[in-house]
Structures are given as C-alpha cells and as structure tokens.
C-alpha cells in the first residue's frame, strides 16, 4: 500500500496547464533587486512568497517589501512564508534599509506588506508607520501601498482599530487586505484568521478615512465555486472594497493544501468582468495575478 505522502506525490504529477509556466526572468534583472536585499538584510514577499511574477517585477524595478522579518506568527495553508517557531526581534533599523533601498531603486509606488506579528502589542502597526514615514522622508514623490494583516493580536478589537487608525492617519496611496478565499474555505485555508474580521478590517478602514482606496484579493484552486466566489466579491462591495485582484492557486510545497482545480484564462476574464460590473474600480483577474501586481497602476 502507498504511504500518503507517496499518494501526494502521485497526485502532483498531474501537468500544469500551459499558462501557468514562464519564464521566471533574466539572471541580471534578478540580481539587482536580491543583491540590494541581502546587502540590507531585508526581506520582500516576492523572494520569501516565491511569487510568480518577481521576474517581470524586478525588470521594471519594483518589489514588494516584506517588514518585521520572514517568519509568521500564523500557519496560513497556503502560504510559502516561514512559520512554526519564534519570529525575530523587529530590526530596528529595518525602516532606514527599506527607504534606502526605494532611493536606489528609484521606485516611485512602492508596497509595504508584513508577516503576522500576533506576539507585539499592536501587532506590528507601528513600524509600518515607521518605515512609511522613514521612505518619504528620503522619496517625498513616492506613493505607499500598504498590505497588512488583520491586526488581530492579544489584544482583540480595541487593538486593532487603533492599528487601523495609525496606519491610516500616515495616509497610505491604498490599504490592502487580503481575504484570499471565500468564506466556507477559511477555516481551512487561512488558519488564524476569520473572514467577517476581514471584512470589518477593510470596513474600519473606510469609516475612519473614506478617501483612501481599499483593496482585496483573491486566491482561486482551492475547491471554491463560481457562485461563493461572486458571494465574496459582494460581501467585499458590501463594506465598500474598491479593487480586487484575483490569481490562481500554486501549490508552494507538499505540505501545503493541493490545488482543487486550475481555473482557465477565459474563466479569470469572465470573474473580472463580473467585479467591473459590481462596481470595483480597479480589477487585476489572472492565473498568474497576484496582491501586488502592477499596483501602481490605475
């Protein structure tokens, strides 16, 4: 009889569909935003999520960066982010290297994401005001994405709002929060986490400053229908969620939850479509989409 992990290997050897492969990009083009991070000792979720698209990101000079060290205070099953021990201490001088590195870089829109930081007081919020304050002190012309966590720590909902509330008051260009899969798969999917305590994050977030965009985003494979993924998108239209993006599933490792079905590109147009037609300003529908692709971009 097959052991299980034998059955799981069997079970990945089915073909990837032909739009998911590319080329990861040119050596040269690589190196230039890695040789920056090492000599920084920073982090960016492109590298630590082995996302994609980092190729054609690093060729236009952009990355997104990964605060408050590579380790997850959450066990997301889907997430290639390293988790299950201690994360670090933060580097205090992480907001110094990040700004530096935007200025040689000469980025112009830049993200700033995080890992869960459930073991801090205030769940990380202030050193994302840190390093966006440290990166327009050096790059006053540049514009900040943020894409955080639900802030959720030890300290529950009164923690949190006044999280939100120091993020916003910094006026990011856009505040990003993933929901990343309808609601019956989360429990499953992203553990820790709670899919109305999402919604309420991306709601907070417009009751204390209605002008700065809000956006989500959604991971497809996971054994979600058409019909919970249009309920979601609602759900996301319902507490005033301006931009959706919506990639494919990757299975990163054995460990992590195997892919349920791979959507086709005619099926991420047709879900795009229906967000344009909800009324999302801002739509990113692709296999290979993921949170921050071209964010810069109206």
Known sequence: MNSPQQIDIKSEMITMPSWLRRPIGKA??????????KQRQIHTICEEGRCPNRGECY???TATFLLMGPTCTRACAFCQVDKGHAPMALDREEPQKVAESVQ???LRYVVLTSVARDDLADSGAGHFVETMNTILHLNPEVQIE?????FWGSGGVAVQRHSLEMIVQAQPACFNHNVETVRRLTPTV???AKYDRSLSVLAIVKELNYQIPTKSGLMVGH???REELIETMADLRSVKCDRLTIGQYMRPSLEHLPVQKYWTPAEFTELGNIAKDMGFNH??????VRSSYHAGED
């Open 28 to 37: 040269s083009e690589l190196s230039t935003i890695q040789r920056i991070i």
């Open 59 to 61: 060729a236009q000079k």
């Open 104 to 106: 040689i870089l000469g």
């Open 146 to 150: 943020v894409l955080t966590s639900d």
């Open 190 to 192: 992203r553990r820790g």
């Open 223 to 225: 054994g979600e229908t």
């Open 283 to 288: 739509v990113r529908s692709g296999p290979l």
